[in-house]
Structures are given as structure tokens and as C-alpha cells.
């Protein structure tokens, strides 16, 4: 049976049919032999970082298999959350429970039933995850309430001692410091740190799948979608799915990527993603308290302020996740016409501090980026793509 685009390319799951092995820069090794020697290596725990949509779950889904994965997120831990509870309950394990034994009493035909309460030790629950060659997967650690992230890693440590597995997967700067700066933990500890997507590995998954599915792509082509994937396979996969719906909805019936067809591709691609708060917040920047902002004339005529200026400077072209300063001011003066006043580098500056601290006091879907060191950098493939291709500026 010929197989379907969405067999092919799948976003949001484990892709069969267009999983790309890469290399890891710093050892020439596959993230898939780094990751499997840290597993073999007992009373070591696994700490692996890497930017959102880097392939981090998959990895470990790859490596360990679905057999014998067993997947917890950091979302779900409360406060009050029982570790080892959960860690049986995601393995199958009852923790708690009520057993009825009859016996019968000596000496008599009498029945004597008894109700007894159980629940399971920890080291019960080591010894499955032991006997069963049971990896724990702590996916998106960060999610966990920081104050409970420490006791994770407490209880991560003295179960590693005794040979239980675990991978603990988290993104940088965050809530790595739980696992990598606990100096119980040091000695310990197998790292790998996971690097965004390179052009020519991400163009793979499109080689690779529109092979499979016998539709001709051009070489070029591939790079260009894979330019505007961000270092997301993630995204890579998105945007060639939407290709194959948009050809397999087209009339011509053709078996080809054409060129012109891919902006529309990026265009039905962020009807996915729901990033329109994020935006508005960022152009409004924070409160004024009924102070009125400067304005900028820009060379589309319209006016703008600075906060509306410095989202629009990251949307431009190219494509890029880590914008040095002076990349974003020269962005900015290209838009703002030249006979008029241009933002003083040092408001710009105070303005990116300022963005990055109204993001921060959000959700977890507003931090879509940082700035430091005088470095911008988007944390979130998604987030740029959006801005880029979901007519997400609007104007006020
Ligand atoms: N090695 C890979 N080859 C091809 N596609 C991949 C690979 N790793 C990830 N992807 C794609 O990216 C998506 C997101 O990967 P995921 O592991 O969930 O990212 P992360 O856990 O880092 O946020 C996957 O559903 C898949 O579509
Ligand atoms: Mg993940």
C-alpha cells in the first residue's frame, strides 16, 4: 500500500519513515551512540539539554525503544506530587492498593478473610524498573515547580546508586541547574548537550520523504525550506506535510515541489500555531502609564514605535535565531526612513531589556526569547517562523 504524506511526515510524533541520524559536533559520534553509552554506564544519571524542538523526546523514544521507555513530564509534578508514586503509576505499577487473602482457620471450616493495605517501597520500584531494563525519561524538566525540581534530583540520586536508569531532559540556562550545578550530582552525571539543526541535515527529512512518496524535489528547494525551518525538524516537518496537502488539493495533480508554492506553504503552515498574544504583547511593550511612546516614520509610510520597531527588525530577512545588537539596530534603521529621527542605540538596548523582562513574568509560551550580552536570542523556532509567515504584526 503506497504510504501517506502524514505517515511520512509527522510533526507532533516519533517519524518512522524520516528519522535523520546526526552527528554531535563536539565528538564526531551520533547523538544516538552518545545517548545509548550514557544509558549503559551504571549509577550515572543522564542530564540532556537542547532548544525546544530539537528532537530531544525522539531521541530518546529512538534509543530506548517504546518497550521499555517510560515518559514523565516535569508538568506532571505539583508541589505535593509523590516522586516514586507517579514513577510506578507512568511504569504500570499499583502503588497503593488492597489485597484480600482467605485463610482458613486452623481447626475449624471457618473462613477468616482479611483486608490488607499495601503500598510499594521505593526500592520495590527500583528493583522493576531494574528487572524490566525500564529507562525513566523526565521530559521537559522545567515545567516542574522549581522547588520540587531539587527534590527530583534527590531522589534521582540515591535510585542511580542502586542501577535504576533515568534521563533527565531539559532546555539550557533554564532548569538545567537542578541536575548540572547539584554538586551531589557531580561525578555522576552523562551530558549531552544537543545542537540546533544544521541546513544540510534538516534538508534529509525532505529528501528522504518526499522520496518515499515519490514526489520529485529539487535540491534547492530543499535548502531553501530548510533555511526557513529555523534548526527545527520540528518545523522541517510541518512545512513538507503542508506541501503534500497543498499538492494533493491542487487540481494539476502534479508530482513535483515547485518554488512558487512554498510561500504558501509557510503561510498554511503557522495556521498551527497560536502565537498572536505573544506578538501583541511584545508591540505593546510594557506600560507607558499614559506616556506617549516616540514614533519612528517608516519606509512603508506607516509610524512606529520602538517596541513595534524591534519585533518587526526580528521578523526580516534572513531567518536568524541568535541576532547580535548591532544586527538588530542596522534591521531597525533600514526600516525607519532616513529623514527622519532614528532610535538612539542605547533605547533600543533598554527596550530589549525590558521585552525580555515583560516575557518573562509570563506563561511558558511567552518566553520566546532572551537577551544577553548584548545577543538576542529567539528560543523559539516557532515563534520566529510565526512572526515571519503568520502576518503576525499587526498594525495599530
Ligand atoms: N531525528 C529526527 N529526524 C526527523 N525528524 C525529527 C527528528 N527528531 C525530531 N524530529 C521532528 O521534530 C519533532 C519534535 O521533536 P521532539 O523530540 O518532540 O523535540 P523536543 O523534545 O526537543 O522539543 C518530532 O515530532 C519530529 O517531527
Ligand atoms: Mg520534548
Same mark, same amino acid.
Given at each position: 500500500m503506497a504510504l501517506k504524506a502524514e505517515d511520512v511526515f509527522r510533526p507532533g510524533a516519533f517519524?518512522? +519513515?524520516t528519522y535523520i541520524s546526526r552527528k554531535s559536533a563536539v565528538s564526531d559520534l551520533s547523538y544516538e551512540f552518545r545517548l545509548m553509552q550514557a544509558i549503559k554506564v551504571s549509577g550515572f544519571l543522564t542530564s540532556l539539554v537542547g532548544p525546544s524542538k530539537m528532537g530531544k523526546t525522539i531521541l530518546c523514544e529512538k534509543v530506548i525503544g517504546f518497550e521499555k521507555i517510560v515518559e514523565v513530564s516535569g508538568?506532571?509534578?505539583?508541589?505535593?506530587?509523590d516522586f516514586w508514586k507517579l514513577v510506578a503509576s507512568k511504569a504500570g505499577l499499583a502503588y497503593e492498593g488492597q489485597f484480600s487473602s482467605e485463610k482458613l482457620i486452623t481447626g475449624t471450616q471457618d473462613r477468616y478473610s482479611k483486608n490488607e493495605a499495601f503500598s510499594l517501597t521505593k526500592d520495590k520500584i527500583i528493583d522493576y524498573y531494574k528487572n524490566e531494563n525500564l529507562v525513566l525519561v523526565i521530559d521537559d524538566?522545567? +515545567?516542574?515547580p522549581e522547588e520540587k525540581r531539587m527534590r527530583i534530583a534527590q531522589q534521582l540520586k540515591d535510585a542511580i546508586r542502586r542501577g535504576f536508569k533515568a534521563i533527565v531532559i531539559s532546555l539550557p540556562h533554564r532548569a538545567d541547574e537542578a541536575i548540572r550545578r547539584n554538586a551531589d550530582l557531580s561525578g555522576r552525571l552523562s551530558m549531552i548537550n544537543m545542537e540546533p539543526w544544521e541546513v544540510n541535515e534538516l534538508k534529509e527529512i525532505a529528501v528522504l520523504g518526499f522520496e518515499k512518496l515519490g514526489i520529485q524535489i529539487e535540491d534547492a528547494v530543499a535548502t531553501q525550506i530548510a533555511i526557513e525551518s529555523l534548526s527545527s525538524p520540528q518545523l522541517m516537518q510541518y512545512i513538507c506535510l503542508n506541501i503534500c496537502t497543498i499538492l494533493e488539493m491542487s487540481e494539476s495533480n502534479t508530482r513535483c515541489v515547485k518554488q512558487e508554492i512554498l510561500e504558501t506553504a509557510y503561510r498554511y503552515t503557522t495556521a498551527n500555531f497560536e502565537y498572536s498574544d505573544v506578538v501583541s504583547l511584545m508591540q505593546k511593550g510594557p506600560n507607558t502609564r499614559g506616556k506617549n511612546r516616540n514614533r519612528f516614520r517608516s519606509n512603508d509610510g506607516r509610524e512606529y514605535d520602538i517596541y513595534e520597531l524591534i519585533v518587526k527588525s526580528i521578523a526580516?530577512?534572513?531567518?536568524?535565531?541568535k541576532l547580535k545588537f548591532e544586527d538588530i539596530k542596522e534591521r531597525i534603521y533600514c526600516l525607519v526612513s532616513d529623514d527622519c529621527g532614528k532610535p538612539a542605540p542605547q533605547t533600543i538596548k533598554e527596550s530589549l531589556a525590558k521585552l525580555r523582562e515583560l516575557l518573562d513574568a509570563r506563561e511558558d509560551i511567552f518566553k520566546v526569547l532572551d537577551w544577553k550580552e548584548g545577543i538576542l536570542y529567539i528560543l523559539d523556532p516557532l515563534f520566529l517562523f510565526y512572526l515571519r509567515w503568520g502576518g503576525g504584526i499587526k498594525h495599530v
Open positions: 517519524p518512522e +519513515y508538568a506532571d509534578f505539583g508541589e505535593e506530587t524538566f522545567h +515545567y516542574a526580516e530577512n534572513p531567518p536568524i535565531m
